[in-house]
C-alpha cells in the first residue's frame, strides 16, 4: 500500500454504507481515539445515495479546497468532463486530517499518489505541530 511504503501506520478500516449519521459517527470515534487523517472512499457523486461529501463537510472546522480543486483537474486528464461529478474534499476536525475521495480504483490510486501521499507528512505536521 502507499501509505505503508511511506512509513505510515495504518490503525483502522472499516467498509460501511454511504450513511450520514454511521460516517459521522465513525468520524467522531475515530477523531476522538486520536488519529490524525482519516481517509473516506465513495459516496462523494451527486446520486441521492451519495451523503458521504454532506456528512463530512458538515464537521469539517477547516477546509482545503485545493484538493478537491486538483483532485478534478488530474481527473479530467484522465475521464473528461465527468470530473465534474466528483465533490471530493478535504479538511480538518480538530487534530484530524480528513480526506473524502471517489470509490472507483482509478480515482482512489490519483489522489493517493498524486496528492495524498506526496503532501501527508507537511499536512499532519501542520495541523498536529502548530
Known sequence: MVLEGEGHQIAAYEIMKDDPEDIQALVRKLTDDGI???LLNGG????RRDSTFDAVTAMLDKTLPG???IFRMLSFDDIGPAALLSRA?????????VFSMPGSTGAVRLAMERLIAPELRH???EITEH
Open 123 to 125: 499536512l499532519v505536521w
Open 36 to 38: 490524525e487523517v482519516i
Open 67 to 69: 484538493f478537491g480543486e
Open 44 to 47: 462523494t457523486g451527486v446520486a
Open 89 to 97: 474534499t478535504a479538511g480538518v476536525i480538530g487534530r484530524t486530517l
